[in-house]
C-alpha cells in the first residue's frame, strides 16, 4: 500500500517545517490529491493516522481536498472533465488529449499548528542588582 510511503512523506515534510517554525503540535494538514494521482483518500488517511503517532502531528487532523481531472483539446480547444476511467479523446471533436490541466495533484496546500510559549529572553541577575 503506497498510501503508508506517502503518509510517512507528508509528516516528514510537514514535522520539519513544524520543527522550524516552533510548533509544539500540529492540529491539522490538508492535501491536495488529484483523481489521476493513483491515491484511494480512505486509505491514505488510516495510514496519516497511524504514522502519526509519537510524532508532533499526533491527533492531527488529515484533510483531503479532491482536485478533478480536466483536460484541454489542443485542435478544438475544448475543455472536460476527464472522469474515472479517464476519458483522454475530446467529446467534442474525437482528438487524443494534448493537455492534462488538472487530476495529478499530491500535494500539502496548508499546515496549522499550535506554537510553544513565547521564548522570554534570559535574564542576568548581576546586571539588575546594579
Request: aromatic share 4%; with cysteine; proline share 8%.
Amino acid at each position: 500500500m503506497h498510501e503508508m510511503s506517502i503518509a510517512m512523506a507528508v509528516i516528514g515534510q510537514v514535522e520539519e517545517a513544524a520543527r522550524d517554525g516552533g510548533a509544539v503540535a500540529v492540529t491539522s494538514v490538508r492535501l491536495q490529491v488529484g483523481e489521476l494521482a493513483g491515491v484511494v483518500p480512505d486509505a491514505l488517511s488510516f495510514c496519516f493516522e497511524l504514522a502519526c503517532a509519537g510524532t508532533v502531528l499526533e491527533g492531527a487532523e488529515l484533510v483531503v481536498d479532491p482536485v478533478t481531472a480536466r483536460a484541454r483539446c489542443g485542435p478544438c480547444a475544448d475543455e472536460w472533465a476527464v472522469g474515472m476511467p479517464p476519458r483522454l479523446c475530446c467529446p467534442r471533436c474525437g482528438a487524443a488529449t494534448e493537455e492534462l490541466l488538472s487530476g495529478r495533484e499530491l500535494q500539502i496546500a496548508d499546515v496549522h499548528w499550535n506554537d510553544g510559549p513565547p521564548h522570554e529572553p534570559t535574564r542576568d541577575p548581576i546586571s539588575e542588582e546594579c
